[in-house]
């Protein structure tokens, strides 16, 4: 019970995208519509709840942001986790609302034509709420994944980086130097590009929680892998992986982790969405 108490808080949880921005959406929905039309104003003498306009709207706003999620994620897993620019966010900002308006058309010619007939269909009134509405989503998208964005840029800048106490010293390594961080005897390494290990005295999990889960994976207890450091993936028994990193230590012939089945597909899904 205490278990299914715990995930409901889980999901119940204002800082998830899903339940924040959809109470968002319902707040919205619901005040725009009262002001939309004298009738549904609350201190009109003929008030009317609009029930259906405020339902129309959660529903479009709803596909709407649920479009934007997808294609941003799919943006996320395939460009952004590599390159930040311009072109790109124009990329993802015109094909988000290119599926929105195609979403918009079908409403209109659909939904619309149904329930008011096909006298209802106006060039003007097309364009004029095609216009809106993309103006709208334009603002929306800019507020929903504008700190994402920046979190990811300035993963891969040169303003990422981890920061490391060595004693009385502080090293910064970039990200973009880190190959792989594992964990042996208690004490956590930092295995750079160029071979060298870095001591640290983070635990595997504080390290986990300070760099991008969209760049490196936890592949298990012990490691947390960037696709650049794997060099060869071996299926061994019962349905394990073998996989072998890069660079290679100076003492010792290969660095070599085990996958476990359980997570066996989700690390393939990682690794096959960074090639």
Excluded at 22 to 45: A, Q
Excluded at 162 to 186: C, D, H, P, R
Aim: hydrophobic fraction near 45%.
């Amino acid at each position: 019970m205490r278990t299914k108490i715990a995930t409901l808080k889980q999901y119940i949880n204002f800082s998830n995208f899903w339940v924040k921005n959809g109470l968002i959406l319902v707040l919205i929905s619901i005040i725009l519509n009262h002001l939309f039309d004298p009738k549904n104003f609350p201190f009109n003498k003929d008030y009317e709840f609009p029930l259906f306009p405020i339902t129309v709207s959660i529903i479009g706003g709803g596909l709407m942001i649920l479009i934007a999620r997808f294609n941003f994620v799919y943006f996320q897993n395939k460009y952004f986790t590599k390159n930040i620019n311009t072109a790109l966010l124009l990329r993802f900002l015109f094909s988000t609302l290119g599926y929105i308006t195609i979403l918009y058309f079908f409403f209109y010619f659909g939904l619309n034509g149904l329930i008011n007939g096909i006298e209802s269909y106006s060039m003007y009134h097309l364009l004029t709420g095609l216009s809106l509405s993309l103006l709208v989503c334009t603002l929306g998208i800019a507020l929903l994944f504008s700190s994402d964005i920046y979190k990811l840029h300035k993963l891969i800048t040169i303003e990422g980086a981890l920061k490391v106490q060595q004693g009385g010293s502080v090293t910064m390594i970039k990200y973009t130097e880190i190959a792989f961080i594992y964990s042996e005897n208690k004490i956590v390494y930092i295995t750079k590009t160029d071979g060298t290990s870095v001591i640290t005295d983070f635990t595997l999990n504080e390290v986990e929680n300070k760099v991008s889960n969209q760049s490196f994976y936890r592949a298990n207890r012990q490691t947390i892998l960037h696709p650049r450091s794997v060099e060869q993936i071996k299926s061994i028994e019962n349905g394990k992986l073998s996989v072998f990193l890069k660079p290679t230590l100076s003492n010792q012939k290969a660095f070599q982790i085990t996958i476990s089945r359980y997570k066996k597909q989700e690390f393939m899904n990682w690794f096959k969405s960074k090639l």
